[in-house]
């Protein structure tokens, strides 16, 4: 990986080590208010952007959630095969709690909880039907190493679905970048009632996130096709959705 002092340890391809683990620590003390935060800095969208992406799998698929954090988006993933992967063993312990519940109560088997990072997965190949990343892919370590990595784990044919920050050029990331500067951190600061929150590095991750045609470039490098982005409204969100290609 390409030093990165430049950027304070990021760039739109990755994050270095030392700064990759602060940011798994802050990631870990936003668990009790993540769901609030998020509801709020999203002005209440946030429920429309994870329905939307989970209108991309249908029941009987087999599905992994990368990056699966404390299961705001899991628990909702009705009548599938279920794993959830995070390199954070605190968001494991919530999401199995919670998800585990829920599908309980639905008669349904309990989800597979996997501790690893998105760039070395201890899963087989050709698994899945569909692979979710919902606002994990920012926090890669090496992006195109886990893109490569999904791409291995999904069945010919297979999908991938990202939901991530919204960055549709330079001059649109401008915008996001005083959104998540001012209101973002206003937020964080009022809920958490903490001047130090680790919402902070909301902002310095969201500043160095590439555009949608540097990652839709990343994704055709890596193999996929049919890729696709687009903002999702308010425009505080993009998704993209790539294929792996038939045999």
Sequence with gaps: M??????????????????????EKQLEATIPVYDRVNRIMTLGFD????????????????VLEVGCGPGSFAVDLVGMELTCLDPST?????????????????????AKYVEAIAED????????????CLFSFRDFKDKKQGLSEIFRVLKPDGQLVICDAGKANKIHGLFGRLYMMTF????????????????????????????????????????????????????????????????
């Excluded at 390409?2 to 940011?23: C, H, K, M, V």
């Excluded at 429309?48 to 087999?62: D, E, F, L, P």
């Excluded at 500043?207 to 045609?213: A, E, L, N, P």
């Design 2 to 23: 390409s030093d990165r002092t430049g950027t304070g340890g990021f760039d739109p391809s990755g994050i270095d080590d030392d700064a990759w683990t602060e940011l």
């Design 47 to 62: 429920k429309g952007m994870r329905r939307h992406v989970r209108n991309h799998a249908k029941s009987g698929m087999n």
């Design 90 to 110: 605190e968001m494991l312990k919530v999401c199995r709690k919670r998800v585990d519940a829920i599908r309980n109560k639905r008669g349904e088997a309990p």
């Design 121 to 132: 997965m201890p899963l087989p190949d050709n698994t899945f039907d569909r692979v979710f």
């Design 184 to 247: 973002v951190q206003w937020v964080a600061r009022w809920v958490t009632k903490d001047p130090n929150h680790p919402w902070k590095w909301l902002a310095k991750t969201y500043t160095h996130y590439g555009t949608h045609s540097y990652y839709k470039k990343m994704l055709n490098e890596v193999g996929f096709i049919d890729v696709k982005a687009r903002l999702l409204f308010p425009g505080m969100s993009s998704r993209f959705k790539a294929k792996k290609p038939q045999k």
